[in-house]
């Protein structure tokens, strides 16, 4: 069975920096792209980064440039995300998700399947 | 970036109805986009990717068109375990944005 687990999530004082992993089962995980997306409480979702099979190439949404790093570890079947100077707007849900693709004349497509249970991060002092 | 932009954000339908979400893209995007469902306290739900591809084991009831700017998702004959929230999502370059949702609720 393909499984994503997130860990890492609490509660953190504004400033302050936590570690997010992802622990993914049931799939050769260096043959894919991996990415994380946030939600906030009642709101939508939101696509945080995304990370290259080899970890070669990374994508970031503008609000997290330059605060939050994503990684991945091959040999251990994990994503990271590194989250530094976090402020109340980074509350939410993390979800961890495996970019399935598809390649046909010259294009790939995406999409996030499947996805983590989540793990909540709450920035408050 | 591409914004992209779901209509109505939220309905109220009976079982057994057809049910349509519409979904806007700022700039043309061929076929990539994708449709998911997400419950409360769940995480998302793949249903449909690159437009028109039924995710497997996602029932028959749920089909998606378009090209370009302009998608629609639909489901034939809702059922009780479709009231959910409905995103779409283009995968045409990053940020990979995501539509603000369509909540579909109980009449």
């Known amino acids: 069975e393909v499984q994503l687990v997130e860990s890492g999530g609490g509660l953190v004082q504004p400033g302050g920096s936590l570690r997010l992993s992802c622990a993914a089962s049931?799939?050769?995980?260096?043959?894919?792209?991996m990415t994380w997306v946030r939600q906030a409480p009642g709101r939508g979702l939101e696509w945080v980064a995304n990370?290259?099979?080899?970890?070669?190439?990374?994508n970031y949404v503008d609000s997290v440039k330059g605060r939050f790093t994503i990684s991945r570890d091959n040999a251990k079947n994990s994503l990271y995300l590194q989250m530094n100077s976090l402020g109340a707007e980074d509350t939410a849900v993390y979800f961890c998700?495996?970019?399935?693709?598809?390649?046909?004349?010259?294009?790939?497509?995406?999409?996030?399947?499947?996805w983590g249970q989540g793990t909540l991060v709450t920035v408050s002092s | 970036d591409i914004q992209m932009t779901q209509s109505p954000s939220s309905l109220v339908a009976s079982v057994g109805d057809r049910v349509t979400i519409a979904c806007r893209a700022s700039q043309s995007i061929g076929t990539f986009l994708n449709w998911y469902q997400q419950k409360p306290r769940e995480a998302p739900k793949l249903l449909i990717y690159a437009a028109s591809s039924l995710q497997s084991g996602v029932p028959s009831r749920f089909s998606g068109s378009g090209s370009g700017t302009d998608f629609t998702l639909t489901i034939s004959s809702l059922q009780p375990e479709d009231f959910a929230t409905y995103y779409c999502q283009q995968s045409y370059n990053t940020p990979r944005t995501f539509g603000q949702g369509t909540k579909v609720e109980i009449k």
């Open positions: 990370i290259k099979q080899d970890g070669s190439e990374k």
């Open positions: 049931g799939f050769t995980f260096s043959n894919n792209w």
């Open positions: 998700a495996r970019e399935e693709q598809y390649y046909e004349s010259g294009n790939y497509w995406f999409w996030f399947d499947p």
